[in-house]
């Protein structure tokens, strides 16, 4: 438990000290605290760290430079920033049960990054160095590493198509990814909205990626590693798994067996800001035989590493091992089930028709004849925050879309329970069906322009502010 009192101090005295300098920024901060503590916050990928870890990140480890890894520094002096390293990686390892773990990623994206990167020096760049007698690329001459550069930049990547819940790291074009591979996505099936495992593992014996991404963003379901691992050996694919949204369900053991993918799937990326609650990262967890590449993520695709965001990251990892946060873990997902039903029973439509993980998709198009945007913005009226998100084969598009996505870790951290969330699901079916698009000239329903019956978004706001009322944002803080 966070030491309130204490919590109370600091933050009275960070601010005191930051009005010295510009009193808009530590404004801005406290505004943040109040708009996080006004709002119902649905949005799947967010959480609330705790104080502890929000507080450890406020140090001088951010003054050092540290590129390399434990032990092998670019720079002198890196002791302590070796020792948190150290801390924080042993605590990563330990709640996941991994061979491997690298903490330095900033973030999800660049966890990915280096993970691509590490399978190519694994499989591309090494057996061909040591097919050349080369130790290093700077012993090759100019032709064999145009060569190189050239195989480097042609390989290819299977991941999970962006409109079934797949993420743009995963080989699509507006990211690196996808200008760095060949990428063919697989999609779930029309009908029930469900990885189709065999129908993928047709797509990969025809496509033969050298990675097989399995993860998501906004797919509602549990995935079945020990499968998509016999899809990803029957091409000698590598299968890397970004847990990045529920990796919180994985430290806190609701996924196991095939769900867990650690030990199943040879590499393993995730943020450490969603559901696992720690601070704003990324790390990648991996077998043995990656871990030499994966550490070499700095300075391969990353700048010098947050010495006090692994020392927070420390701290987070550590409150994941604590019985308390897999009684947390559990919360999440009973009370996505909780959600969903409740929306189910309100005559809402879901992709999938449900979830067993920590999110759902409304399929507003369908449900309310809105799109994703117009459902986003009137919930947003009444104090709701979500975000919209494309459904399968979306008819509205990636920017307005038809689904609106939700999620349960950060209400979970605050305390509601299911009964909370049934109530949360009445509140969002209210504003819903009282939302009606607005009529273009032509007599066509406009895309973004939306009306809210008179007075509805006023009663939910205080429904809303009720209900947070119960369940204050880290209680006593007075700052
Ligand atoms: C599956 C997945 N991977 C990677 C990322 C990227 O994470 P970040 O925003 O920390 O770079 C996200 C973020 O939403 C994600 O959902």
């Not at 916050?41 to 760290?49: H, T």
């Not at 409304?362 to 494309?390: C, F, K, P």
Request: with cysteine; aromatic share 6%; glycine share 8%.
């Amino acid at each position: 438990m966070t030491d309130i009192t204490a919590a109370n101090n600091a933050y009275t005295n960070i601010f005191q000290m930051i009005e010295t300098v510009d009193p808009r920024i530590s404004h801005a901060i406290r505004q943040e605290l109040t708009d996080q503590r006004d709002s119902l916050k649905l949005i799947a990928s967010e959480n609330y760290a705790s104080l502890t870890t929000l507080l450890t990140m406020g140090n001088w480890l951010s003054d050092k430079y540290a590129e390399g890894t434990i032990g092998h520094r670019f720079y002198a002096g890196c002791r302590n920033i070796d020792t948190v390293e150290e801390i924080a990686t042993e605590h990563a390892k330990t709640l996941f049960g991994a061979d491997h773990a690298y903490v330095q990623p900033h973030s999800g994206i660049d966890a990915n990054l280096v993970a691509y990167w590490a399978i190519l020096s694994s499989r591309i760049e090494t057996p061909t160095l040591n097919e050349l007698h080369a130790k290093t690329v700077n012993d090759l001459s100019e032709a064999d590493w145009g060569k190189l550069r050239h195989q480097l930049g042609n390989q290819r990547l299977m991941g999970m198509a962006l409109d079934a819940g797949g993420h743009l790291t995963h080989g699509f074009r507006h990211n690196i990814s996808g200008k760095m591979f060949e990428q063919r996505s697989y999609g779930t099936n029309p009908s029930s909205g469900l990885i189709d495992y065999g129908a993928l593992a047709a797509a990969v014996k025809e496509f033969k990626p050298l990675i097989l991404v399995a993860g998501y963003s906004a797919y509602p379901r549990r995935i079945n590693f020990a499968w998509m691992r016999e899809i990803a050996d029957s091409v000698g694919a590598t299968l890397l798994a970004d847990i990045a949204h529920f990796a919180g369900l994985v430290a806190g053991k609701v996924f196991v067996g095939d769900e867990n993918p650690v030990g199943l799937a040879q590499v393993v990326t995730t943020t450490t800001h969603k559901s696992l609650r720690g601070p704003h990262g990324g790390l990648v967890l991996c077998d043995q035989e990656y871990g030499e590449f994966v550490d070499k993520g700095c300075p391969m695709v990353l700048g010098g590493p947050l010495g006090h965001v692994m020392a927070s990251k420390a701290i987070a990892l550590a409150e994941a091992r604590r019985p308390e946060f897999q009684m947390y873990a559990q919360a999440v997902a009973d009370n996505a089930k909780a959600l969903a039903a409740g929306l189910q029973r309100r005559g809402a439509k879901l992709v999938t028709d449900g979830t067993d993980n920590h999110l759902c998709l409304i399929d507003v198009a369908t449900s309310y004849q809105l799109t994703g945007r117009q459902a986003e913005s009137a919930l947003l009226d009444a104090g709701i925050v979500t975000n919209r998100n494309s459904v399968p084969a979306d008819i509205n598009g990636a920017w307005y879309t038809s689904g609106v996505r939700i999620g349960t870790p950060a209400l979970t951290s605050r305390g509601l329970t299911e009964s909370d969330f049934d109530q949360t699901a009445n509140l969002i079916d209210e504003v819903l069906r009282a939302t009606k698009p607005v009529l273009g000239s032509n007599g066509g329903a406009h895309q973004a322009k939306y009306v809210i019956a008179d007075g509805v978004a006023a009663r939910v706001q205080a429904a809303c502010n009720e209900l947070l009322a119960e369940h204050p944002l880290y209680p006593e803080l007075v700052v």
